[in-house]
């Protein structure tokens, strides 16, 4: 029998508590820390203080104790220097303070609010924005989630302007005023820190590959005793994650490798049948045609919001895997290859001098290239186009790639709802950092082939092939859930604030003309959108 | 040289926080090749001249970086137009 995994992290501390009393005992029972199999709750309470959260470490431990010792000196940089995902939350009723950090990895995700008379923290924003009495809708955000912008630089806000996100290694503090303030705990400076490259290629994947052995090493430390799932795919990043994992866990750890004709393009199911054969690998297949996106929206034109619009019925594919996993192999806890694209652009020092004009030009200029315009109305493109929205955005330093914290930062409820822990070592701090040497002989051309093809005793020639796009795939959701989309767009609150192209895109969809519709993507995070929108009241804030 | 001088938006970016921790060098991006490319603080400075009066023309961008920098005109026109040149050949400024 599975746990039930659908509670959240949720503590709730109303005015009267955090202005006057401040009484331990009675804030650690405004605490709800759901008990699960992995990642364990830490909660501990004196007579001064109250420590709760989560951790996984995965470069050594960190005791309740010395923790609680880390909280009570403030040595906040202690604990975000750790590769490992964490949110904690310290009160300190003698200073009459509440801090929030979160770890560098990104894994846990932390929404907070000052709304209602409360402060509210928690990992689930739908678990927040049910609470509360009144929303105030941000279109600038809005049109950011359109474009998915959390993968070009770290968001600290949700689309609810009640809501509030807390970025990877940011503390947060609120005093008994209800100050509240946000600081990044990683410096500017250490992530510009210039590193000297590797004077050999060879010298360099070697290290690479050891470091990686031992990081993968520590994150099945991490989850000892755990059921150990691991993902595979044709491509390079979760056969290097398979094959460290196998090395250490020979015949106990269950691989999956979703396949569908549909998706031949980006795993090709005979070179994961080699590349098994080569390292003595089982892998399981796992079809997965049906689980496209809207795929288990009912039927009919009322499809119910679950409360969170990025991950509600986008990502079937994900939730349909994961719940496999967990029911059918009873797996605690996944490895996946993510990261491992954004460990090849390590090197580049402009995405750590110039983060936000790095994410602005490949933001605007991969959307204009691919004709935005087509889905968003010229509202939302004077949004997107606004350079002001750029200059305000605060910086927020990291080791790791945004679209690598992304992940942990938007995807989280599917991971933490089917109770499948995701861990990607590839993303990890000390793997960018060895990443970050890479020679420049290797920088040229395919830089992933250019550095695998010098492990062949781990990688298989027929996986030196570039991934295609499996259009076929991505586009079906259009063509399966042809009448559910027009319904939803028929009632669009995104079309009638001048956000999308809601009446093209009902016309196009009616026609049956889907290869006209561009950004996919965009259009799939739209009608999830519309999904939450059309649930909740809301008072519009202009940009 | 009587050519006025504008930015393409999406290819220039200023940051106040940033372009302080860079000591205002920055980084331009060539919408048409993908390319991104470095800038130095003075030509970092003739960027943010042109971006805060579009349609510039040549020797008004030379009299402001001159009082900019506190350097005679002659000490900076062909510094100047050597530049706008290669940020026309970039695509991130427009001359016309």
């Known amino acids: 029998m599975r746990p039930d995994n659908s509670q959240h992290f949720f503590a709730q501390f109303p005015s009267k508590a955090l202005k006057n009393e401040w009484m331990a005992e009675k804030l650690a029972g405004m605490v709800k820390l759901p008990k699960r199999s992995f990642p364990n709750p830490i909660f501990i309470r004196s007579e001064r203080d109250v420590c709760a959260g989560y951790a996984v470490i995965y470069d050594g431990t960190i005791t309740e104790g010395e923790l609680l010792f880390i909280c009570r000196r403030r040595a906040w940089k202690e604990l975000i220097n750790r590769s490992a995902d964490l949110v904690v939350v310290y009160v300190d009723c003698r200073e009459r303070k509440v801090y929030v950090v979160t770890g560098q990895m990104g894994g846990f995700p932390c929404f907070y609010s000052l709304a209602d008379d409360c402060v509210t923290i928690s990992t689930s924003f739908s678990r927040i924005n049910a609470c509360l009495s009144a929303r105030h809708l941000l279109l600038e955000n809005v049109v950011e989630v359109l474009l998915w912008h959390s993968g070009s630089y770290p968001c600290d806000q949700t689309i609810v302007e009640e809501v509030k996100q807390l970025p990877p290694a940011t503390l947060l503090t609120i005093d008994s005023g209800w100050k509240t303030q946000t600081q990044p705990l990683i410096s500017w400076e250490e992530t510009v820190e210039p590193v000297v490259p590797f004077s050999s290629a060879l010298g360099f994947v070697d290290e690479l590959v050891a470091t990686a052995t031992g990081v993968v090493a520590g994150y099945l430390k991490a989850a000892k005793n755990l059921k150990i799932g691991s993902q595979l795919s044709s491509g390079f990043d979760s056969s290097l994650v398979c094959y460290l994992v196998n090395r250490f866990i020979d015949g106990k750890a269950v691989y999956f490798t979703e396949h569908s004709p549909l998706l031949v393009q980006d795993t090709n199911t005979e070179i994961v049948a080699k590349f098994c054969q080569r390292h003595g690998i089982m892998t399981q297949l796992v079809e997965i045609s049906d689980l496209y996106q809207f795929s288990s929206a009912k039927n009919g034109l009322k499809v119910e919001s679950r409360g969170d619009y990025v991950t ?232 | 040289m009587d050519k006025s001088y504008s930015i393409i938006k999406r290819g220039v970016l200023f940051h106040p926080e940033l372009d302080e921790l860079n000591d205002f060098r920055t980084v331009v991006y060539n919408w048409k090749t993908s390319i991104t490319l470095g800038v130095n603080k003075f030509g970092y400075q003739i960027l943010k001249i042109i971006d805060t009066s579009p349609g510039l023309m040549f020797e008004e961008v030379v009299s402001q970086i001159s009082r900019v920098r506190g350097e005679a005109k002659w000490q900076v026109e062909g510094k100047v137009r050597y530049f706008l040149n290669k940020m026309v050949n970039e695509s991130v400024v427009i001359e016309a």
Not at chain 1, 378 to 391: G, Q, V
Not at chain 1, 414 to 430: F, Q, S
Not at chain 1, 438 to 462: A, H, Y
Not at chain 1, 524 to 534: G, H, N, S, T, V
């Open chain 1, 312 to 543: 509600d019925y986008g990502f079937e594919r994900h939730w349909g895997l994961n719940t496999r996993m967990s029911n059918d192999y009873g797996i605690d806890a996944v490895f996946s290859g993510e990261g491992g694209d954004e460990l090849m652009g390590s090197h580049l020092s402009e995405w750590k001098k110039f983060p936000i004009q790095m994410g602005y030009f490949l933001e605007v200029n991969t959307y204009m290239n691919y004709g935005v315009d087509k889905v968003l109305a010229p509202k939302a493109i004077r949004i997107f186009n606004n350079r002001k929205r750029w200059a305000k955005k605060r910086v927020y330093p990291s080791f790791i790639s945004p679209s690598a914290l992304a992940i942990g930062q938007q995807y989280f409820p599917l991971y933490w709802e089917t109770g499948v822990w995701h861990m990607m070592p590839l993303a990890d701090p000390r793997m960018v950092k060895v990443a970050a040497r890479m020679p420049k002989e290797l920088w040229k051309g395919t830089r992933k082939q250019n550095v695998w093809s010098l492990r062949p005793d781990i990688f298989i020639p027929e996986q030196f092939v570039p991934k295609g796009y499996a259009q076929s795939w991505w586009e079906r959701f259009l063509r399966e859930r042809k009448d559910l989309l027009v319904g939803i767009l028929k009632k669009s609150v995104l079309g009638e604030m001048g956000l999308i192209r809601s009446g093209e895109l009902v016309r196009l969809l009616e026609a049956e003309r889907f290869e006209e519709i561009s950004l996919l993507a965009v259009v799939q995070l739209a009608i999830q959108l519309e999904i939450f929108l059309q649930k909740y009241k809301f008072t519009m804030v202009e940009e």
